[in-house]
């Protein structure tokens, strides 16, 4: 079993607490030895699902979306950025140079397509830029591959 994600970012530390436990619940019946976990790793639900898997000793991909992806990130997420990529069992490279949105969206494009089951921790609202969420979502459900929405009730970014 092959499972992607997509989520939002900057969430707060009530909301991150919870779709951790979702996350956790959301491969609690997959067996660990076949289970590959592809991520871009960013801050958010993209890591939280990266560790989870490997503290399960289920094996992670990586989808990096450019050469400048991690200096985009937040630094404090660097360490955690390193470790992922370090853990992981293979490494997808886009081949673009520029972090942006098109390299972003052309990234989850990739790991769409790599996945039997696509995780997305999404609120259900329009993406807030081109490549967020909802337009992975969009695009996994027309390329046919299985969403499963985490989101806690009641909840807003």
């Known amino acids: 079993m092959r499972i992607g994600i997509t989520g939002h970012r900057g969430l707060t530390a009530e909301v991150e607490g919870q779709i951790r436990w979702l996350l956790e619940g959301a491969l609690a019946g997959e067996d660990r030895s076949r289970l590959t976990v592809v991520s871009c ?20 991909e990586v ?3 450019a050469d400048e992806y991690r200096a985009g990130l937040p630094e404090w997420h660097h360490d955690v950025y390193d470790r992922l990529l370090h853990g992981a069992a293979a490494v ?17 494009e990739l790991l769409v397509r790599q996945v039997d089951r696509l995780l997305a921790v999404w609120d259900g609202l329009p ?11 969009a695009y996994a459900r027309r390329q046919g ?11 807003r970014r």
């Not at 790793?41 to 992670?60: K, Q």
């Not at 997808?92 to 989850?108: L, N, Q, Y």
């Not at 993406?127 to 909802?134: D, E, Q, S």
């Open 145 to 155: 591959v299985p969403v499963e929405v985490l989101w806690p009730e009641g909840m």
């Open 127 to 137: 993406a807030r830029g081109f490549g967020g969420t909802a337009d992975v979502v």
């Open 92 to 108: 997808h490279r886009i081949g673009r140079v520029e972090s942006d949105e098109a390299a972003h969206m052309a990234a989850s």
């Open 41 to 60: 790793i960013a801050d958010g639900p993209d890591a939280w699902l990266a560790e989870v898997a490997l503290d399960r000793g289920a094996r992670l």
């Open 63 to 65: 989808v990096v979306p």
